[in-house]
């Protein structure tokens, strides 16, 4: 069924789907990845992230979207995409992101194809923040070869737009994060990758494993940019860091910084050795408040897998990046 929710003159359609609507404080929402939106037009906040990954009994998986006004109490969750019979992604609903682009509302999230299929990041649209999201690639966005996850959007000085997603260190071993031209339309991709960035490089890194599958290699998760004052571009990824190497030393789940001092996609990029977090939480994107003020929304803790919550945390926007305003 579908729930009305107004707004000031107009209204939209809330979709609700198999989990009951109420009202709820971040500190109570069992998320991962989350993701804030900010609607200026209706002074709400939306809040989309990793919740209803593979389903549940006979209820496939979706996207959910919480909304709220002031980043601390939600109304959810409603459904923002329902896949549609037959579409490629069935499982490893993860990671959702949102831009408003051409006048227009861009999902961009990672999915698991069938049996022989490998993960990848498409995109989906919708008319409003909330959806409900439609297919829109021409399936996954990264190739189809490769095991990919977490794209994000970028587009540059120039006007060309960009995905830029992780290589998994699934099947890479050495995780890396890497950037693909979009068409205009944003269905498919141009053209060859760039790669950002190798992970078996960084000094702070831990190698990973995975016991279930018996692999081991270096982590790449998350990947989002931001231009700094001084023009040079920023990127925010995630990884886990050795033992005693942060600010705290818990060796978790952390963000690191990636930099383009020439301000292009291209590079060169420089690795930095200082994390801007290493406190067993992870996986972040920046949002402007209401107010315009930039936060950080990340997950916390990390593990143990079930006590995730969303965690906004100011920023202070120095000249050349970012700071913790703690």
């Not at 709820?24 to 993701?35: A, C, E, L, N, V």
């Not at 227009?104 to 990672?110: C, D, E, K, Q, V």
């Not at 936060?295 to 120095?318: A, M, N, Q």
């Amino acid at each position: 069924m579908a729930f009305r929710y107004y707004f000031g003159s107009g209204e939209h359609r809330m979709i609700t789907g198999s989990r009951s609507i109420g009202t709820i404080k971040t500190s109570d929402i069992h998320m991962r990845d989350p993701f804030v939106f900010s609607y200026v037009k209706e002074n709400k906040y939306y809040l989309f992230g990793t919740t209803f990954a593979d389903g549940i009994g006979d209820q496939e998986p979706v996207f959910e979207v919480y909304v709220g006004e002031d980043l601390v109490n939600w109304e959810g969750p409603y459904v923002a995409f329902q896949p549609p019979k037959g579409f490629w992604g069935v499982r490893h609903y993860w990671a959702p992101e949102v831009f408003e682009i051409d006048e227009r509302f861009y999902m961009f999230a990672t999915f698991k194809g069938g049996i022989g299929e490998h993960r990848g990041s498409g995109i989906l649209v919708a008319d409003h923040p909330a959806g409900p999201y439609t297919p829109h690639s021409n399936g996954p966005i990264t190739p189809k070869e490769w095991e990919c996850l977490d794209g994000t959007f970028y587009e540059d000085d120039e006007g060309l737009r960009w995905m830029i997603y992780c290589h998994e260190w699934t099947q890479e071993y050495e995780g890396k994060i890497k950037a693909i031209r979009l068409t205009d339309d944003m269905k498919e991709s141009l053209g060859e990758s760039t790669e950002i960035l190798n992970a078996a490089h960084m000094k702070w890194i831990r190698y990973f494993g995975d016991p279930r599958i018996k692999k081991e290699g270096y982590l790449t998760d998350a990947p989002f940019m931001y231009r700094a004052k001084n023009g040079e571009l920023l990127l925010l990824w995630s990884s886990y860091s050795i033992p005693n190497y942060g600010d705290k030393g818990y060796g978790g789940y952390t963000v690191a910084i990636a930099r383009s001092r020439s301000g292009n996609i291209h590079g060169p990029w420089i690795h930095e050795d200082l994390l801007l977090m290493d406190r067993n939480s992870g996986h972040s994107s920046l949002f402007r408040g209401l107010g315009d003020r930039l936060y950080i929304s990340t997950h916390f803790p990390d593990t143990p897998h079930g006590k995730e919550r969303p965690l906004f945390i100011k920023l202070l926007e120095v000249e050349n990046g970012l700071k913790l305003d703690e």
